[in-house]
């Protein structure tokens, strides 16, 4: 069997309710990041990592996203008459990223059941998977190395990354394997990979295996298809990829195990408001264009508060 990986999937069929009002009318994904929708973000990091076949697992009122990817010839046309060539530029570029296709997950039953909806598309097998929620400042070199640590192991991988041990319970947490009291590596590579014995989905602090939590990055065996059709809904009435990967990792003769890819690079949780916040004003002190004028403002305000709070204000 070879472990070529061809094909990305992005679960975008989420209501975004910690986003209302804002999303009332806007899915959550077209939320701008600086110059973007945070969506363009992710399909960028699969690009930049060699898969152009995307599909999109999308729900009611995501429209936009579409529209998002597609031409818009009056605009391009409008835009062409008017001579502005960079506007332009970035329009087309939106539309010419990747083949991207799109299908409706129908019954919200979890993230689990987004991800197997991709089975018909997806075929038998690899695919990589990313939520669009996570915007990883390094993802299209994170998702190469993942997809290099697959295609070399044979196992399903996972990002993750260590967090406060308070914050766990806020995750999935991997359990590495143990040998001799160490964690079990996987091979060299770019970040730590460890292979997992197991996974647990928010668990409670005092009984988290590890602090490494999965950031919204995999690269998946099409085996996972099969566990998901015949995984019974978890917590919350949903279908958990957790639970997959639990019987993933529990079986690896049979589907290659799990290994875990710990990444030291930034994340943005843009589902989080104040993560959302902080993607905004770190990528945009990061953008090329903008960067040296946010960059001085920034430090101008900073400048002011300390001198408010120096006065007491």
Avoid: C
């Avoid at 039953?109 to 991709?118: K, P, T």
């Avoid at 999935?172 to 590596?185: C, I, R, T, W």
């Avoid at 602090?205 to 602090?211: H, K, M, Q």
């Amino acid at each position: 069997m070879t472990f070529e990986v061809n094909k990305a999937v992005i679960p975008a069929a989420g209501l975004g309710t910690r986003f209302l009002p804002a999303t009332k009318a806007m899915p959550k994904e077209m939320l701008p990041v600086v110059d973007r929708p945070a969506i363009q973000y992710v399909v960028e990091e699969a690009v930049e990592a060699g898969l152009t076949d995307i599909l999109m697992v999308t729900g009611r009122n995501k429209t936009p996203l579409e529209n998002h990817f597609d031409r818009v010839l009056e605009l391009e046309s409008a835009l062409e008459e008017r001579g502005d060539q960079h506007k332009l530029e970035a329009v087309r570029h939106a539309s010419n990223l990747a083949d991207v296709h799109y299908l409706r997950q129908g019954s919200p039953l979890g993230l689990g059941h987004a991800v197997y909806r991709a089975h018909q598309h997806v075929g038998d097998e690899s695919f990589a998977v990313l939520l669009g929620d996570d915007i990883i400042a390094e993802g299209g070199q994170l998702l190469r190395e993942m997809v290099r640590v697959h295609r070399e192991t044979g196992a399903s991988v996972v990002a993750v990354q260590e967090v406060p041990q308070e914050q766990v319970s806020s995750y999935g947490v991997v359990a590495p394997q143990l040998v001799d009291g160490e964690f079990k590596s996987a091979g060299d590579y770019e970040w730590p990979t460890y292979w997992v014995n197991s996974l647990v989905e928010k668990p409670a602090v005092e009984d988290a295996p590890s602090n490494f939590a999965v950031i919204g990055r995999y690269v998946l065996r099409p085996e996972a298809f099969e566990i998901l059709e015949n995984t019974p809904p978890g917590r919350g009435g949903e279908i958990q990829l957790t639970d997959a990967l639990v019987e993933m990792a529990a079986n690896r003769e049979e589907t290659g195990g799990v290994v875990a890819l710990v990444y030291g690079g930034r994340r943005f949780d843009t589902g989080n408001k104040f993560e959302y916040l902080k993607a905004n004003v770190e990528l945009a002190i990061a953008n090329a264009e903008h960067g040296p004028e946010v960059r001085e403002w920034i430090q101008q305000y900073a400048q002011q508060l300390a001198q408010q709070t120096k006065n007491g204000n």
